[in-house]
């Protein structure tokens, strides 16, 4: 109990910096993409996470429908990543480079979806750049953290990905994905740690319930 209200003190504490626009519309016209100190952040940004090798990290998701889950985090860019929900959360998901795969353990269920059809994909690309498909829909600076929001120009139903850095260091904290139908899930990463050897194996998936397995890269 203590770890679940420690971790949502830092969901909260991070999201109250940000009393800002809620829609992308409303957010889209404050961003100048002329001003050289935002140029220079975003560049900053672009070049942070086209760095990224690996990370491993404790999450705590918040959903649409109020709740909230924890889990572990892997990712290893570009293309693979693992999220690990703690019990009873039955979900698994894994992305193994061509395919986000969806697991159900408890309806047996597994779905394949390609990887860049989701936003994931944002985050997992071998080359991050805000130009390339991608819409700044927001800018903002407060409290010692960058909010960065990004819809992609021929797939906006997919939604909005809003990201929030840490200035310093500048690291990744903080991602919302809010839905066409303007519903928002929340990750937060906790105690992540950058550059770490991760198992090969994380970002495989072995079907137990039919024996075949998915090893995409």
């Not at 889209?28 to 491993?56: F, R, W």
């Not at 800018?139 to 021929?154: A, H, K, P, Q, T």
């Not at 840490?166 to 899930?185: F, M, N």
Request: no cysteine; net charge negative; proline share 5%.
């Amino acid at each position: 109990m203590k770890k679940t209200i420690s971790a949502l003190i830092a969901t909260l504490m991070i999201g109250a910096a940000w009393t800002g626009p809620a829609t992308a519309e409303t957010a889209k016209s404050a961003v100048d993409l002329k001003n050289p100190e935002v140029v220079g952040t975003l560049n900053q940004l672009e070049d942070y996470l086209s760095s990224i090798t690996t990370i491993k990290s404790r999450f705590i998701q918040a959903n649409p429908d109020g709740s909230y889950v924890e889990g572990t985090m892997y990712m290893n860019r570009p293309g693979k990543a693992r999220f690990e929900y703690d019990a009873p959360v039955p979900i698994l998901l894994v992305a193994t480079g061509n395919f986000f795969i969806h697991v159900d353990k408890e309806l047996k269920q597994v779905t394949h979806i390609p990887l860049s059809s989701t936003p994931a994909y944002l985050l997992l690309r071998e080359d991050i750049n805000f130009q390339d498909n991608l819409e700044i829909t927001g800018f903002e600076r407060r409290n010692g953290l960058i909010r960065l929001s990004l819809v992609e120009r021929e797939n906006e139903d997919y939604g909005e990905a809003s990201l929030i850095f840490s200035e310093s260091p500048l690291e990744l904290k903080q991602w919302t994905i809010t839905d066409a139908q303007q519903l928002r899930t929340t990750v937060t990463l906790m105690n992540s740690e950058e550059g770490l050897e991760l198992d090969e194996d994380l970002f495989h998936f072995h079907n137990p319930w039919d024996g075949i397995g998915v090893n995409d890269n």
